[in-house]
């Protein structure tokens, strides 16, 4: 159980153009859903707090007019990178976490990952 | 300021030996630990939880925690080459967030 799904794997796009990754959990519906970008060799850097139905909680630093959420149903958010440039380029990871999973309340379940480039 | 401190290695292991990876976490009130394995180019893979202080052991791993001390361990028994990855602390500091190390790269060599 706990699977998270993202897509698409991998996206190469042109400076300037919009990407949307989808970011899914199978098995359980995710009240929390958690938006990560790794540089190479760099830790996780949290991005966005999003709940189901309300408007996503940012990070210092992370511009939301640029790293657009929605989290429109208890099992799919999308992050969608407006107008992107060669420094967007990095490795997108989505987590999920439940209130009714197993009874543990913020365990994150990560989903493979969406590895940008920007050309 | 770092919130959580780990070894970034590498820290080399002979296989079928006892891997050790340490975390220290800053002075706040820490409900629940979290380590996660990752493999080179792919997403974190949830390895372990830990709430309470003491030892908890699933099959080959073993956390402990010791909040008076602000640390947090990974054992890994019986080391294998698949267990070669970086290893991310990660404490929840209360606010329903994780809050990772930088990880720690650990080479089990055969």
């Known amino acids: 159980g706990a699977v998270v799904s993202q897509h698409p794997s991998r996206v190469i796009c042109k400076s300037g153009t919009s990407v949307k990754i989808e970011c899914r959990s199978l098995?359980?519906?995710?009240?929390?859903m958690f938006w990560y970008r790794q540089f190479p060799k760099q830790s996780l850097m949290l991005m966005a707090t999003?709940?189901?139905?309300?408007?996503?909680?940012?990070e210092q630093g992370v511009e939301k007019d640029k790293f657009l959420i929605n989290h429109a149903s208890l099992t799919l958010s999308t992050l969608t990178v407006t107008s992107a440039h060669p420094e967007d380029s990095s490795f997108y990871i989505c987590?999920?976490?439940?209130?009714?999973?197993?009874?543990?309340?913020?365990?994150?379940?990560f989903g493979p990952g969406t590895r940008l480039t920007v050309l | 300021q770092k919130e959580v401190e780990q070894n970034s290695g590498p820290l080399s292991v002979p296989e079928g030996a006892i891997a050790s990876l340490n975390c220290t976490y800053s002075d706040r009130v820490s409900q629940s630990f979290f380590w996660y394995r990752q493999y080179s180019g792919k997403s974190p893979e949830l390895i372990m939880s830990i709430y309470s202080n003491g030892d908890k052991e699933d099959g080959r791993f073993t956390a402990q925690l010791n909040k008076a001390s602000q640390y947090v361990s990974l054992l890994i028994r019986d080391s294998q080459p698949s267990d070669s990855a970086t290893y991310l602390c990660?404490?929840?500091?209360?606010?329903?967030?994780?809050?990772f190390g930088t990880g720690t790269r650990l080479t089990i060599i055969p």
């Open positions: 987590s999920a976490s439940s209130e009714r999973l197993a009874g543990v309340t913020d365990t994150q379940y």
């Open positions: 098995d359980f519906q995710a009240t929390t």
């Open positions: 990660a404490p929840n500091f209360g606010n329903e967030k994780l809050t």
């Open positions: 999003s709940n189901e139905g309300s408007k996503a909680t940012y």
